[in-house]
């Protein structure tokens, strides 16, 4: 790596961890790094790829050094994504769309985040079956979170407490890890009704 790739990288990540992505222009890094938006752009492409490589992506879940596989799966995998926000982190899970979304080749970056979030769901949850429904589906889950408290600034402090948004947004991919059906009113009408 160069200096002046170097440089751009540590001014990116400094801007991003300040200011978050949106709020992060390539023009504010090339000036805190001393170089032309020209020239960032030159190396990086965009400004999702420049993001990719400043902040590295959150580990895979089977790779976390501080999982618990005995525990409540769904409240940890949770507990990251309200403790990054808490701590104002960038969350890469907020941000695969927009790396999807301004990829040179979206499908490519398609194929690589399918494989290292959902594959990595996977091997957490001991997923095995065909086409790794539950884990898509844990994977749809969480991405609907973190987009959810970071675009959307949804279930704040002020609506709900980081400990219950993670006891029940927990429990709800809980039942998808351990494959409970959820059962709706109208179906449990329906069981309990006896024919005369």
């Known amino acids: 790596m160069s200096s002046g790739e170097a440089s751009i990288l540590t001014a990116a990540k400094a801007l991003f961890a300040e200011r978050g992505y949106a709020s992060t222009t390539i023009k504010d890094i090339a000036v805190a790094a001393g170089y032309s938006p020209a020239l960032v752009m030159k190396i990086y492409g965009s400004k999702a790829r420049l993001y990719s490589a400043a902040i590295p992506s959150a580990p895979p879940m089977d ?7 005995t525990g409540n799966i769904g409240c940890q995998l949770v507990e990251k994504l309200v403790a990054r926000r808490e701590s104002d982190e960038t969350d890469p ?15 490519a970056a398609r194929a690589e985040i399918k494989e290292r979030y959902v594959h990595g769901i996977a091997r957490r949850i ?23 408290m970071r675009t959307l600034e949804l279930l704040g402090e002020d609506s709900l407490s980081s400990k219950d948004l993670i006891r029940r947004y927990g429990s709800l991919i809980q039942t998808v890890v351990d494959e409970i059906e959820p059962v709706s009113e109208h179906e449990s009408d329906i069981s309990g009704t006896v024919e005369e």
């Not at 790779?63 to 596989?69: G, I, L, R, S, T």
């Open 93 to 107: 899970w907020a941000m695969l769309a927009v790396h999807v979304h301004e990829a040179p080749d979206p499908d």
């Open 63 to 69: 790779e976390d050094p501080n999982a618990d596989a």
């Open 126 to 148: 001991g997923d095995t079956e065909p086409g790794l429904v539950r884990s898509q589906v844990v994977v749809s889950l969480l991405l609907g979170l973190a987009t959810g």
